[in-house]
């Protein structure tokens, strides 16, 4: 492994305060790969033998069941995934995938549960990790079960705004039969709803999005700190205990 992708995954939240042996003893086993685009990295119910860091690329989770599948997340750099697994030494609930060329960091999750019980603030940063996915996870399960598919998608649309840094114009980041499936839609139905969004002053061509009426847009959407997270992508390392924090930054979140 090259000094800098070791840099890079030292800064990630999970790995910054851990005392510099349990750092070399966390990467001594590990092995950095560079996977095609469509590699099939892990299936659900799979045993999860590793914590994969993706340093490159785009990595998509799915879930399947009964002949269907969604997507349940697209991941970016640099993002740790399937953590739950690795502490609870249990069978992975997802299947993940690159969607481009990735280069993709595999750490032993024995040594990750070994390291765990040996160095307090190592454990306190997966204990962090893993409660800003739940909180990640109860914002997904209130957007999904309280808000009807066109609201879905206007705050959506309201979210990449602000964390494109806030021009009434951007891109969408993912392909449509992607963005459709996180959002518990169908490509129909999401085709329907972009088109129902023009009387809200929502423009579509292709990837761009225009809002030419945000104050609109918002009525429909009503967005809530207490379901949306607007923190703008910025060049620091952050985790998802980091983004639960934002706003504040101080340990508290305007959503606690």
């Not at 494109?164 to 963005?179: I, S, V, Y």
Request: hydrophobic content about 40%.
């Amino acid at each position: 492994m090259r000094d800098g992708d070791l840099d890079r995954v030292r800064a990630l939240p999970l790995f910054s305060g851990c005392s510099s042996d349990t750092f070399r003893t966390l990467t001594g086993g590990a092995f950095l790969q560079r996977f095609p685009a469509g590699t099939t990295l892990l299936l659900e119910g799979d045993q999860v033998d590793f914590l994969y860091v993706l340093l490159d690329g785009i990595v998509e989770l799915e879930g399947s069941w009964n002949d269907k599948e969604t997507t349940l997340a697209i991941l970016r750099p640099v993002s740790t995934f399937i953590l739950a697994a690795v502490v609870l030494d249990a069978d992975g609930l997802m299947s993940a995938r690159t969607v481009e060329r990735s280069d993709i960091l595999m750490l032993s999750g024995a040594a990750i549960r070994r390291v765990m019980s040996e160095d307090a603030r190592f454990a306190v940063a997966v204990a962090e990790e893993m409660a800003g996915c739940y909180r990640g996870l109860v914002r997904s399960l209130k957007n999904q079960k309280l808000r009807g598919g066109l609201e879905r998608l206007a705050n959506y649309l309201i979210t990449q705004r602000h964390r494109q840094g806030a021009d009434l114009t951007f891109t969408l980041p993912h392909e449509k039969r992607t963005l459709a499936s996180l959002l518990g839609m169908t490509p129909e139905n999401l085709s329907r709803s972009l088109a129902a969004l023009a009387d809200y002053g929502v423009e579509v061509h292709g990837p761009s999005v225009t809002i030419t009426r945000p104050a609109a847009l918002e009525r429909l959407a009503k967005p809530d700190p207490l379901i949306d997270n607007h923190q703008p992508v910025s060049d620091g390392v952050t985790g998802k205990a980091q983004r639960e924090r934002w706003p504040l930054g101080d340990g508290r979140s305007r959503a606690a």
